[in-house]
């Protein structure tokens, strides 16, 4: 069964940094690429990062680069999103997603990390 | 960038059809997912590559794609349906992916 379990969220004052993490199994972790995607409260899913398999190619939105950078160790089938600089706006859930069969189709997703930016 | 564009919210009898559209530019030349997302709950996979089902979505949820439209369509609705829905595509030229705004399937 494919499981992927998000860490590392929590409270952080503006400017703060956060490093979260997602656990991978069931899955040749090294084979597939690899997202994160947040959500505001009530608002839609927001597109972050994606990382292919081997990590070679690594793409950000346009909101977060500079800020965010995701990362991946297939050795320890962990997938990961440093926050820096954080603000207010960044407050959300915050998951990640594997593609399957085919480009950014997000197959399985974590259950999520709350991120909350404030003073 | 690329914008995708749902309605904010759709309204559905139980056993009616529900239409879900997403609207860009050309996205007929796009391969377009749809993700239902349920309070509280991550996001699920419910159509991929514009017409394609992941194992275990039933078969009512359906799609399609054409000039600048591409639709979900989710025939006899049922009160379990009642869930944001949201479009997505990958972005070739920008390397984005790139969501749509969610429709909210309101089943009455």
């Known amino acids: 069964e494919v499981q992927l379990v998000e860490s590392g969220g929590g409270l952080v004052k503006p400017g703060g940094s956060l490093r979260l993490s997602c656990a991978a199994s069931g899955f040749d972790f090294s084979k597939d690429n690899m997202n994160w995607v947040r959500q505001a409260p009530g608002k839609g899913l927001e597109w972050l990062s994606s990382i292919s398999g081997s990590g070679t190619f690594i793409f950000h939105a346009d909101s977060v680069k500079g800020r965010f950078t995701i990362s991946r160790d297939n050795a320890k089938n962990s997938l990961y999103l440093q926050l820096n600089s954080l603000r207010a706006e960044d407050t959300a859930v915050y998951y990640c997603a594997r593609d399957v069969v085919t480009m950014a189709a997000h197959g399985n997703w974590g259950q999520g990390t709350l991120v909350t930016v404030s003073s | 960038s690329y914008v995708l564009t749902q309605p904010p919210s759709v309204s559905v009898a139980p056993g009616q059809t529900a239409r879900i559209t997403c609207g860009g530019d050309?996205?007929?030349?796009?391969?377009v997912h749809w993700y239902q997302q349920k309070p509280g709950q991550a996001p699920v996979l419910v159509v991929y590559d514009d017409t394609d089902r992941p194992s275990g979505i039933p078969e009512r949820f359906s799609g399609s794609n054409s000039g600048n439209t591409a639709t979900l369509t989710i025939s006899r609705v049922e009160a379990g349906d009642e869930a944001d829905y949201y479009c997505?595509?990958?972005?070739?030229?920008?390397?984005?992916?790139?969501f749509g705004g969610g429709t909210k399937l309101t089943v009455l």
């Open positions: 050309n996205i007929e030349s796009e391969s």
């Open positions: 997505q595509v990958w972005d070739s030229s920008s390397h984005h992916v790139v």
